[in-house]
């Protein structure tokens, strides 16, 4: 019998971590039955197959989805591996963003955990409601995603069990439903986690801290993206005011924020976990360095390379920031150095590339490992979050800027005070504060979205302020051959 549960239980986690499509898994009856659901041990191998699963988008997806089709990065020197159609906004069903698959495993296997756990007896039944309101914040975090970046998604809310058509194939659900299931699952998991205001060991898992960090996010949006207006943004403060109660903070230094040697640190709200032998690497963040330190002009300077350190091999400096990035920097801004080193000698055309620092891991035996975590919400976003809800409220956001600046600019802070204007001026501010120090965490494409400047601030889209459906991103052909109910996104027909 117990050579039976490990046999199942190996099954069931290979079941929740694997690369299989969602509609292309065979009956998982076998593994969802009361035979497996019914200890402790299961559900907590279930729940770390959710973030898993996660953390599949992490390597490369979180930051396509949210940064790359911004004004943030370029073509760099070799190649493109086709990231171009994202910044030179390409896409089409032929030539789409990344697929749905891995976020509908990760809805998958929470449904599974929503509709088991409840019948399992926990000696703590703390411990059971702590479980299921993770589950809840991670299936509201994956449509959230979901909806911003497809518009209306089919809605699933049960766990597929049985291979069958009838019951897999949806089509898709109006995002104001959506939205309304997300904001659901919010206070379904805000009950759960009932005044546990604490944050796990690493802070890697959903947290009740971080649970009002997604739902500020998700207020602020449906606030001004989807016509909440006032009464949504009212709410999202009411969030945020509630994490500034919890045990967080910014810290001192700003490039020890990313540091693979200070995860889970105290500015960390929640973080998805990368660790040396046991997750991938971080794709776009390798794909910024150089295969060889060879392939580098000899006018670089010593020291610059030695800040950059040991080279990656692989694909080489496919992308890089743009120079209306870069240039946005003042130099007495201590995020500069933290976020990017420009590879460049001091003579005329001797600029050569550019690397990310914020993302660039950790080296063992002379090889770079690409293994920081990456960082969904951190206390820094929070404080710029509460600036921009009040000034959408006609409050003034000073206070939360400038608690911003004074640790980017230390001794210079002085010179960078921010004073209350209007409610236009305030919004500009916030929004290039927001770059500045948020920068390559995948923010800024729905930060451009939420402020309305999408088409004022990405060069390829200037001009098409009547293409709405850019907005969005279209399905590939793949997927919609899968999903025969679900439909283009309007406007990529």
Known sequence: MKKNRVFIYIFMFV??????????????????????????DDVDGALNGVYARLRNDAVLNLFIWGEARSEMMEQSLSGNLGYNRYYDQFLSSSYPGPDWDNLYSVINSCNLILKYVPKIEYRDENEKNNALAQVHTMRAYAYFLLVRIWGGVPLRTQPLEEYDPMTI?????????????????????????????????????????????????????????EGGGNKDIEIALDAINEIQQSDVDLLGNYGDIFKYSNKGNKEIIMAIRFFLKESGEMTFAHNMYMSTVSDVPSYIPKWQLEIVGTPKSGNGNVWRITKRVRDQFSNDDTRKNATYIDLEGSGENQYFTNYGLKFNGIIELGQRYFLDDWILYRYADILLMKAEAKNALGQDPSVEINEIRKRAYGDKYSDHIFINGSKKENDDAILKERLLELSLEGKRWWDLIRFGEVFNLVSKLKGRENEKHLLLWPLSKSALSREVLVEQTPGYE
């Open 15 to 40: 079941a929740l971590i694997g690369c299989e499509k969602h509609l292309e898994l065979k009956p998982i009856s076998y593994i969802t039955s009361g035979s497996f659901w019914s200890t402790k």
């Open 169 to 225: 194939q949806l089509p898709r659900t109006p995002k104001e439903e959506i939205f309304k299931f997300i904001k659901q699952d919010i206070d379904d998991a805000s009950t759960l986690f009932s005044n546990n205001n604490a944050y796990p060991n690493g802070r890697n898992k959903w947290s009740k801290p971080a649970l009002n960090a997604l739902k500020a996010d998700v207020y602020l949006w449906t606030g001004k993206v």
